[in-house]
């Protein structure tokens, strides 16, 4: 096994346990841990992606992670940072 296939398993571990947690109802959408746990594992297997050159997939997690990290950085309306 690649260290490529090492880093994009844990990207996709990490991705999959937050989707579950959050269909289980263990873990809100809302929650920043979600999205902390969306942004690690998108960019991992971002890296992961790149380091094999297989570009469809670094788009794909690369837009993934952004909207996880903005999401994460997201101050509420009506309140100050």
Same mark, same amino acid.
């Given at each position: ?19 579950? &947690?959050?269909? +289980?109802?263990? &873990? ?7 999205? &902390? ?16 050159? +297989?570009?469809? +997939?670094?788009? &794909?997690?690369?837009?993934?992670? +952004? ?15």
């Amino acid at each position: 096994m690649k260290i490529s296939d090492i880093i994009a398993s844990v990207g996709v571990i990490i991705l999959l346990i937050a989707f579950l &947690l959050n269909l +289980f109802n263990k &873990l809100s959408a809302e929650s920043k841990i979600y999205k &902390l746990m969306n942004f690690v594992g998108a960019g991992t297997c971002c890296y992961a992606s790149y380091m094999v050159s +297989f570009y469809p +997939f670094v788009v &794909l997690e690369g837009v993934w992670g +952004f909207v996880a990290l903005i999401s994460l950085l997201k101050v509420p309306r009506g309140t100050s940072i």
